[in-house]
């Protein structure tokens, strides 16, 4: 189901971004296409437009930088362009003991996970107000159910984006805006999470591919919006979680991942 409007993809040089505009694409969708990788995006975009006899649009832009999220939105609203679908998937993961990972680069993830995520979202949202089919995707992550010691602050924005993003899906119900909190578990993807060892710079778990992740959150906005939590381990692994005390999963995950085992 293609809608009137624009499509805005943060993260789409890549991996879960990467899918949800060719899937889009293929929708007949029209796409506004960001991240940092400017060659990336302009390949990406040339590709879906000859394709798919859609517009598409490369916008480059490094979303960890201070306001970049306003200055995005701006640019986009000030050419006219009104975004019905905003999906906020740009991320990265650090791996590590917090008060040794580099504080700026912590900033950075802060940045780009959250204030860009928020900036972009209330820039757009006014024009999203009661227009037919209007949404938003919010890429989280299975670590937002729970703290995660070693990517503390990783987990700690991927918690703070599902509660946000669960708790705007009953604000913009009433108004016709559907959003989806999107959990993957591991995905094949170029995502690597800065500071880990060889082969462990990857979230573990079921590695989904990336086009079903998406495939499952389009089909989520089709319906309403809510939850998403592709995989049934997945699943499972977050049901089960609700019967164990707070306190026991991060004993146990820095037990197990205690830097240097
Ligand atoms: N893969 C997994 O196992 C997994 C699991 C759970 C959640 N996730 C989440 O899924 C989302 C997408 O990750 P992915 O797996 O698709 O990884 P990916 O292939 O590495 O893609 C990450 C995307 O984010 C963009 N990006 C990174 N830093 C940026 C910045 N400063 N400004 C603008 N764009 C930036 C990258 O583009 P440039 O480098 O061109 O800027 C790239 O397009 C992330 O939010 C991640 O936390 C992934």
Known sequence: MS????????????GIGE???RALARRKQNLILTARSRGKLEALARELQQTYDIQAEPLPCDLSVEGAGGFLARSVLEGGREISLLINNAGFGARG????????????????????LIELSHYFLPSMIGRRGAGIINVSSMTGFQPIPYVAVYAATKN?????SLALTEELR?????????????TRTNFVIEGSRAGRGRFPGSGMAAKEVV????????????????GFANQIG??????VPRP???WAVAKMSRPGK
């Open 3 to 14: 809608m009137p409007g624009w499509a805005l993809v943060t993260g789409a040089s890549s």
């Open 19 to 21: 899918q949800f505009a």
């Open 97 to 116: 003991e917090f008060w040794v990972l580099p504080l700026e680069r912590q900033m950075e993830m802060i940045r780009l996970h959250l204030a860009a």
């Open 160 to 164: 703070f984006i599902t509660s946000f």
């Open 174 to 186: 009433p108004y016709g805006v559907r959003v989806v909190t999107l959990c993957p578990g591991g």
């Open 215 to 230: 495939a499952q959150a389009l089909a989520k906005l089709d319906s309403g919006g809510g939850l998403v939590v592709p």
């Open 238 to 243: 977050v049901f089960i979680e609700r019967f």
């Open 248 to 250: 026991c999963v991060p």
